[in-house]
Nanobody, 124 residues
Framework: QVQLVESGGGLVQAGDSLRLSCAAS????????MGWFRQAPGKEREFVAR????????YYADSVKGRFTISRDNTKNTLYLQMNSLKPEDTAVYYC?????????????????WGQGTQVTVSS
């Protein structure tokens, strides 16, 4: 059983940056494909980014490409999401997730474990 705990959310202004972290425990972190998703009020959960176990493969949603960077440190069992040039439409609860697989990972149904989420609010 893998436990995931997100942190780093907050209230920022448009154009600011935030760095989210996701601390993993209870499993072999380096075995998991990791992803970030987000859910805004009244909307479905959507894919943001994902990274494979070795960091050799990363995918981003078109809406965040060029602004967000996903990374991981397998020695610290931690996943990160660096978010730059934030926009009001980035406002959402951000979730990290773990999938015991090598590829894919752009659909929420592929993930086995989820964190509780961290709120990101971007004011205009």
């Amino acid at each position: 059983q893998v436990q995931l705990v997100e942190s780093g959310g907050g209230l920022v202004q448009a154009g600011d940056s935030l760095r989210l972290s996701c601390a993993a425990s209870g499993g072999t972190f380096s075995s998991y494909l990791m992803g970030w998703f987000r859910q805004a009020p009244g909307k479905e959960r959507e894919f943001v980014a994902r990274i494979n176990w070795s960091s050799s493969s990363r995918y981003y949603a078109d809406s965040v490409k060029g602004r967000f960077t996903i990374s991981r440190d397998n020695t610290k069992n931690t996943l990160y999401l660096q978010m730059n040039s934030l926009k009001p439409e980035d406002t959402a609860v951000y979730y990290c997730a773990a999938a015991f697989k090598l590829n894919g990972g752009r659909s929420s149904g592929e993930y086995d474990y989820w964190g509780q989420g961290t709120q990101v609010t971007v004011s205009s």
